[in-house]
């Protein structure tokens, strides 16, 4: 599955609410979320629309990694 080249950060945010990452705060146009499962663990997401690719693939990978699953795998749990 390619990545969406239409996502807001405001949509990334609210999608990986799904595996329980909170707002913990917001500096300017970028946006801390915080997850206890698996251990804390910290992702910033820049408000932006839409995000670039580049970034949201790293942000993804971050995050997968964190769960401990591939991105691919976890990319499209997420997005379907």
Known sequence: MKLPRDLSGDDLVKALGKYGYLVTRQKGSHIGLTTQRGGEHHVTIPRHSPLRIGTLKGILEMV????????EQFQNDLFE
Do not use: P, S
Not at 64 to 71: M, N, P, S
């Open 64 to 71: 997968a990694a964190h769960i401990g699953v591939e991105r």
